[in-house]
């Protein structure tokens, strides 16, 4: 993806993995081979190789600069976790996100903020690293935005049931650890953050993929963008709504958010920054006969 400018406003994405090719009957529990069959057409071959027959997902993080304040919103799996039920996710040794965060001439001190729009394991990775067998926050400098209900929501799930792990253990070394140092900050959805005169971050609440996921609003002077988290996770919903995501909690709520969303953006032309896409990334949702379709920005 290449650098978006909002006006005063920068967005760029900090890639973990660009490409994670997996079993889309794993990724979608009611998916079925004819439904794939119809969308092979359109599917450009970064979002579905044909010869595997297995689906694509990227991870990755979007930076945002504005008058010399940085935010990274999601941070992917994350270095040394241990995630024995998701081999392609366990212990994972990479060097290639800190280096696209070197690429854009940040350290992790230089972050500002970093924002979660749910707390899932894939979107709260890199939050923390491991030090001397103790994991502490990889972005010291930073304030650390959590949704209040998303938080109450999962710790209500561990008091309820303390022996088992949250979110593929990522509530325990990813989340409470940040919480432990005090960078953490719990919002409600009238969350604002200005960035300059006319530059900000605000929130979008999308619920049902979990209880308090958020979407990021950026707006600069020349435009906006909304950054979707898991509201959406492949171009092939917007087509086959009804797809259900393996992670989706609330079924029924996470499908009406999500085709509420793809409304909202087809009618408004606001440009979209899912978490998931891979490729270019970034796009506009376009009406396309009875169905909507991406259009990839670059």
């Not at 529990?29 to 969308?39: E, K, L, S, V, W």
């Amino acid at each position: 993806m290449k650098t978006i400018d909002l006006g005063g406003v920068t967005v760029d994405k900090i890639v973990e993995n660009p490409g994670l090719w997996l079993d889309p009957f794993w990724l979608f529990h009611n998916i079925d081979q004819p439904t794939i069959d119809r969308n092979l057409p359109w599917m450009q071959d970064f979002l579905f190789d044909r010869a595997t027959n297995l689906i694509s997902l990227s991870f990755h993080s979007f930076l945002i600069r504005a008058n010399g304040f940085n935010v990274l919103v999601d941070t992917c799996v994350g270095n040394h976790k241990t995630r024995p039920g998701t081999p392609f996710w366990n212990q994972l040794a990479g060097d290639r996100y800190m280096a696209d965060l070197a690429r854009h001439g940040l350290t992790t001190a230089d972050i500002h903020m970093v924002m979660c729009t749910h707390l899932h394991v894939d979107h709260v990775g890199w939050n923390t690293r491991l030090e001397d067998g103790r994991w502490v926050p990889t972005f010291p400098n930073a304030r650390y935005i959590f949704g209040q209900k998303e938080f109450d929501g999962h710790a209500a799930r561990q008091a309820a049931d303390p022996e088992t792990p949250i979110n593929r253990g990522s509530w325990a070394d990813s989340v409470l650890p940040v919480v432990e140092t005090g960078q953490a900050e719990l919002v409600d959805f009238d969350f604002i953050h200005t960035l300059g005169l006319e530059e900000r971050i605000t929130l979008l609440p999308t619920p049902g993929h979990t209880p308090g996921h958020f979407c990021v609003n950026v707006e600069g002077r020349s435009g906006q963008g909304l950054i979707t988290g898991d509201a959406i996770h492949h171009p092939i919903q917007f087509r086959e709504p009804h797809l259900v995501n393996n992670g989706d909690m609330d079924v029924p709520h996470a499908r009406a958010t999500r085709e509420a969303l793809t409304r909202r953006l087809a009618d408004s032309g606001e440009l979209m920054l899912p978490c998931h896409f891979a490729g270019p990334t970034a796009g506009r949702i376009r009406p396309d006969g009875e169905h909507f379709r991406f259009e990839f920005l670059d």
